[in-house]
T-cell receptor
Framework: AQKITQTQPGMFVQEKEAVTLDCTYD???????LFWYKQPSSGEMIFLIY??????QNATEGRYSLNFQKARKSANLVISASQLGDSAMYFC?????????FGKGTRLHILP | DSGVTQTPKHLITATGQRVTLRCSPR?????VYWYQQSLDQGLQFLIQ???????AKGNILERFSAQQFPDLHSELNLSSLELGDSALYFC????????????FGEGSWLTVV
């Protein structure tokens, strides 16, 4: 069975600082995908970034990058130069075959 | 805008009633997923359809059912509603299976009173 763990229920970060949100996963499958989503207070789920298990390089999308350490089974999200609008809930997810399983999320607060 | 459309956005209903949530996937997407998000349970996978066929089932109650129609839109039926069914219900879609990025609709807020 697959499992996703986000150990930080909440984080407070000063604006313009970089943020790392932790995510570890447990799977015995060689092929899988890892995702990060952002959920602002308005409720919608916004796709941020994807990393395939066979991708050689860490994924990047603008200010978002994924620090993928396959041997450690971790897929941390890094947000550079944080902004007030980054305050939200962030979910890590893993996919394989016919399911995508989400972690419990990390609530990020950006302080002015 | 993700391109996934969910209706209704908000719904208040009484215990014991039945409701239907509707989802139109992004153009070209064949897979539809349903998730339930409540405060104490996080984001729970309910069910996935691919091109009209059920592909995977998660923690979906027997009181709940879903289907995907030939035009690829999907409906989630919730019956004999209980207070604990109050949650945000998301539909998501992807081109293929879960190896592809899934895009979420804005969700349907269900309140059972």
């Amino acid at each position: 069975a697959q499992k996703i763990t986000q150990t930080q229920p909440g984080m407070f970060v000063q604006e313009k600082e970089a943020v790392t949100l932790d995510c570890t996963y447990d799977t015995s499958d060689p092929s899988y995908g890892l995702f990060w989503y952002k959920q602002p207070s308005s409720g919608e789920m916004i796709f941020l970034i994807y990393q395939g298990s066979y991708d050689q390089q860490n994924a990047t999308e603008g200010r978002y990058s994924l620090n993928f350490q396959k041997a450690r089974k971790s897929a941390n999200l890094v947000i550079s130069a944080s902004q007030l609008g980054d305050s939200a809930m962030y979910f890590c997810a893993i996919s394989r075959d016919d399911k995508i399983i989400f972690g419990k999320g990390t609530r990020l607060h950006i302080l002015p | 805008d993700s391109g996934v459309t969910q209706t209704p956005k908000h719904l208040i209903t009484a215990t014991g009633q039945r409701v239907t949530l509707r989802c139109s996937p992004r153009s070209g997407d064949l897979s539809v997923y349903w998730y339930q998000q409540s405060l104490d349970q996080g984001l729970q996978f309910l069910i996935q359809y691919y091109n009209g066929e059920e592909r995977a089932k998660g923690n979906i109650l027997e009181r709940f059912s879903a289907q995907q129609f030939p035009d690829l839109h999907s409906e989630l039926n919730l019956s004999s509603l209980e207070l604990g069914d109050s949650a945000l219900y998301f539909c998501a879609s992807s081109v293929g299976g879960p190896g592809n990025t899934i895009y979420f609709g804005e969700g349907s807020w269900l309140t059972v009173v």
